[in-house]
């Protein structure tokens, strides 16, 4: 009679050490998939020098230069950005030089009474009072134009609204009318003839031993540029309406100093525009 199976009492095979993985063989002889050989070596140096010579000629010298040895950077858009961003290093370089040499340089002078030009205009406005005194008379003119001996000049800038107007008699000066302002450093002004299309206008105006940047033009029915100057000391001339309307010149002084700007004019208008 065959007896029944009992676990408990089967057999134990003997137990034996086995290793978990196999090992592989190719790992003795690579390293992270590159022969572990001197030609491995080098040839993985060599592949990687040549993807990097081929980045920077592709890539990186014309999105950063605007050099394109292989002419792929030009159709990619790569050159152009290389060579705005060496325009934009060249302004920068150009801007920080100008600073230096503006920070470096000595202050301009400051002008003096013996300036040789202003010196000349000086003498030019005394011979035309001396001959102006031969005939209306030296005491009539003295309490004209000399200031009071208490009076002290002053050098402070004057805003453009203060403004000395006079209207010289046609025997005294000729003009019509003569209008002075002081303009401060960037300050401007604007002075307007009501004229008719075809009327004319002489006029003289000076920066009195300065200079003063100008545009000559019109308003009304149209609009109309004459003429634009820039560092002008004085100008005389004509001034011929194009059309019905306002003429005449807007100043600026771009100069560090005060300037006083002075302005004579006649001829055929209605009246002067101050502002």
Known sequence: MKKPFDIGTAPVPPLRAEPRYRSNPDLAENIQGVPATSMGLVRAT???AAAGALILGLFWLPAEYGIDPTGLGHVMGLT????????????????DALAAAANSAPPPPSPTINDPALSVRLAGIEAQLAAIAAVIGADQLSAA?????TQTP?????APSEVAVTSPAPSESGWRDEVSYVLAPAEGVEIK???QAGATAEFQWTANGSVLNYETHGDGDDNISYEQGRAVADQTGTLTA???GNHGWFWRNRTEEPV???LFARGDYSEMKLP
Not at 80 to 95: R, S, V
Not at 145 to 149: A, C
Not at 154 to 158: A, C, G, I, L, R
Request: proline share 8%; charged share 20%.
């Open 193 to 195: 003839l009501v004229m």
């Open 145 to 149: 134009v000399v200031p009071e001996p």
């Open 46 to 48: 060599v592949g990687s």
């Open 242 to 244: 194009a059309f019905n």
């Open 260 to 262: 006083t700007l002075t």
């Open 154 to 158: 002053t050098t402070q800038p004057v």
């Open 80 to 95: 152009e950005m290389g060579e705005i961003k060496q325009q934009l290093y060249a302004e920068a370089e150009a801007d």
